[in-house]
Each structure stands twice: as C-alpha cells, then as structure tokens.
C-alpha cells in the first residue's frame, strides 16, 4: 500500500514537472519565428525612411571638426575630456573589460538567480546599474551635446560658439595634495564597508574584497574627476613630466 | 495514394524527415532533436523561460542581427573594392546605380546599431536575472568577450565607406592606440617609435591610408566574424551546459 502511494506521489511529481517545463516545440520556436519577423520589418522600415550618413570623400588635409567617434565609443570619448588618452583610452576600457569579466566570481551572492530581486541583491544591483548608466549619460553628452572643439551645446543650441563658452583657466593640485586625498579616499574606500559591518562585505572573502573594493573605487573616480573638473576647473590630479592623471 | 502520401512515404523524404508531423509529446520531441538547428534547444524548458518579460529576447535578437549583418554584408561585398580609389565610388555606385544599393547599406547599418544596442541590453538583462552567477560564471566571459568583439567589428566597418565621417573617427579611435603605455608612441614611458607602436599594428602606417583601409576590411569581412561565429556556438552551447537557462533556485 505504502509502496503504491510513493509510486503515485511520485508519478505525480513527475507530471506537474512536464506541466511546469512544457514542450519547446512549438511555442518557443514560433516565438523567435515572430521575433525574427518583427526585427526584420523594423530594420526594412528603418532603412525606407532613414539613409545610412556618407559624408564627403575623406581628405586627410582638411580635419573634421567635432570628429566623433561611432555613438558606442562616444562615452570614451567623452571621459578625454577628464583624464588623458592613455587612461580614458586605454587603461580604462581595458579595467572595464576586465572587471566585467571577473563579476560574476566577485559576485559570490547566491540570491536571486533567475528573477528580477533588487532587494536580495542590493550592492551588486546598485554598482553595476550606477556603472551602466554612467556608460549610457557619457554616450548621450557626447553624441547630443558636444560640438566644434568638444564645447558643450545643448542640443536645441547653435554650433556657433557666441560667447556660450567662457575661456576657464584650469589649474593641477599639487601633486602632495592629491596624493593624500587619493590616499584618504582608498583607505575610507576599504576600510568604511568593513567598519560599518556591511552585509556584503562580511561575506567577501580578503582577495574577493581587495578586488572588488578596487575596481568600485577606479569605477567612482570618473565621475569624481568629473566633479572636480567641471565644478572647481581642476585639470591633473597628479602632474609629472611624464605622466599625467 | 494521393500525391502528398506518395511523396511523404517516399524513401527521399524519409530520408530527410525521419518522423512524421502529428502533434504527439513524442513528435515533439523528435522536431526539436532530429534538426540540427532546432536542438540548440531542449526538449523542454521551464515556463517563465519562454516568457519575452524575462528574456527581452534580447540575446537572440542580437543573433538574428548577426545573420543579417553577415548576408548583406556578403550582398554588399560583391560591390565593394576595399582600396581608396575606389571605396568611396562604391558608396555612390550604391547609391545611385545598384538596384536596392541604397537599402542594402542601409539595413546594413541600421542592423549593427541595433546589434550593439541590443547586445548591451542582453547584457542588462543577464546582470538583472542574476544568470551569470555560478555555474554560469564562464558564460559570462564569453559574453563580455562577444560584446566587446561586436563593438569592433562595428568599428572595423565604419571606416570602409571612406568619407569624412570614418575617416576622422577612424583617426581619433586609433590614435588611442599610439597613447598606450610604454607600447604607444605618445603614451607615457614609450619603449616603441612610431613605426612600430600598437597604432603602427593596427593601420599598417604611422595614418589611416591604403593599408588601414584593407586591415580594417580584412577584420570586418572575415577576422573577427569568424571568432564572433566561433564565440556564439560556445556561448550557446554552454547555456545548455551550464545548467540551462536561468531559474530562480
């Protein structure tokens, strides 16, 4: 009796399994079917109304002027305004490649696997999203509100340059300064969290939370530098001859 | 036997689709796993996975885009001369005298816009769903790996129309490459001239000229879609791999 109750549990199991994983054929397939289709009639109703830019032959003696760089390099682009191109273009993406990369074996937060759960979630979701959206306001300045020279217009505004920009005398902290509050900051950077008790930083081991707390720290420099170059005209950070940040 | 049997029950046939078309749970299973394009599927799949509000459907838009991105890129290729007396003609060859030349290049460029769009927001949704934590934490790489190529293979293209616009682009993106350090001219600490720094690798010269123009198509046409192809079949093959598509545990 016993045996033939665990048997029809069991067969039960079983069926509420295949009821809760159904088939694939032929939903899902007629989905991406239907998916396939509607992409294909944006694409062709996209290139009805609008045509691919050409401009004129390229004349290496005469220098466009914005030259921009395709919309998805554009946030690149614009972070050479804060720091030098062997940072902005350089070293940053690379970092950025490669914390990307390493996100998921910093990330040891078991919750909220297949499921949108902010709350289970909240250090990593807060991180990542401040990091993407940067990524995307960088792309927006740069691709709408930029002009000649890289002066900003707002995009209603004329690319004319009638005294909407005043000449600002830039000016580098002494590199001693900097040094300090660049100390400041990383020591408050990787000792605050542990301090403070926080979650997340409980549950990091040492090397995951060195790297980690890193990489967040690169990350906020950007709009740090942002800050300190729009707000209080500071150029360089740190001014050798031989490298500047 | 009307003509439709006849056909169906024949050995050719048979020898193409080896079951037959009643909707059974068995032909279900036989449609996904006798096609070799349909079994990058599994039989079956949990509910919420077929739903467009979880996936946004955004990784498999972004392959589709792919496979448009590589037809008429090879419609277009039979048009285009990838040397600078020529490559900008082409664009105006296209414009003006080849049937659809115009649409083609349009689909063409509209369609990478929309792979880079659509592959960041796959990004987003993978990162939101917590599907690249463990096991499929090397998935993830591979994704990092394929958006990044995907951002090169649409640079790599934007300089083969010739004009302005490309040109100059082209200039400022790889004059990035001359700022690396110590292996760029202009960077700090450069152990390297400029006739052999990063930039010097990537134009074929010290400026975008003949050389870069034929670097760049050569990477655009072949290079690096031939690792993006590669990148794809690992990335979804792994998916299945690494414990399918994410659930909520």
Known sequence: ?245 | MTLKEKIMGSQIWKSIFRHDFEDTPSNRGKVIRSNVFLHLHPLRIPEHAMKIRFTWCMGGITFFAFLVECITGILLMFYYHPVIEYAYMDMKYLQFDVPFGQILRNVHRWGAHLMVFTVMLHMLRVFLTGSYKKPREFNWVIGVVLLTLTLLMSFTGYLLPWDQLAYWAITVGTNMGAATPFFGVEGPFPIVDKFNDVRFVLLGGTTVGANALLRFYVAHVIAIPAIVFVGCAIHFWRIRKDGGISRPL
């Not at chain 1, 305004?81 to 998921?104: C, F, H, K, Q, T």
């Not at chain 1, 530098?225 to 050798?240: N, S």
């Open chain 1, 1 to 245: 009796m016993a045996e033939e109750t665990a048997a029809a549990l069991k067969a039960k199991a079983r069926a509420d399994k295949k009821k809760k994983n159904p088939h694939v054929w032929p939903e899902l397939p007629f989905k991406e079917l239907m998916c396939a289709v509607v992409v294909m009639l944006v694409l062709i109703v996209w290139a009805l109304w609008l045509d691919a830019p050409l401009g004129e032959i390229a004349t290496p003696s005469r220098t466009e002027n914005p030259a921009k760089a395709p919309w998805y390099f554009i946030g690149l682009q614009e972070i050479l305004v804060y720091y030098d191109p062997w940072y902005s273009g350089v070293i940053l993406p690379s970092i950025i490649m490669i914390g990307l990369m390493a996100i998921p074996y910093l990330d040891t937060n078991p919750k909220g696997v297949g499921e949108y759960n902010f709350s289970a979630r909240k250090f990593a979701m807060v991180n990542f999203l401040f990091g993407y959206f940067m990524w995307m306001f960088a792309i927006v300045v740069g691709q709408f509100m930029r002009g000649p020279s890289w002066l900003f217009f707002w995009p209603w505004q004329v690319w004319d340059d009638s005294g909407h920009h005043d000449e600002v005398t830039l000016f580098n902290i002494d590199n001693k300064t900097s040094i300090i509050a660049l100390a400041i900051y990383a020591l408050v950077g990787f000792v605050l969290p542990k301090l403070l008790k926080m979650k997340w930083a409980k549950n990091l081991d040492w090397t995951r939370y060195i790297i980690t707390i890193s990489l967040l720290l690169l990350m906020y420099l950007v709009p740090v530098k942002v800050v300190l170059r729009q707000i209080f005209h500071v150029r360089y950070l740190i001014a050798t001859p031989w490298i500047n940040f």
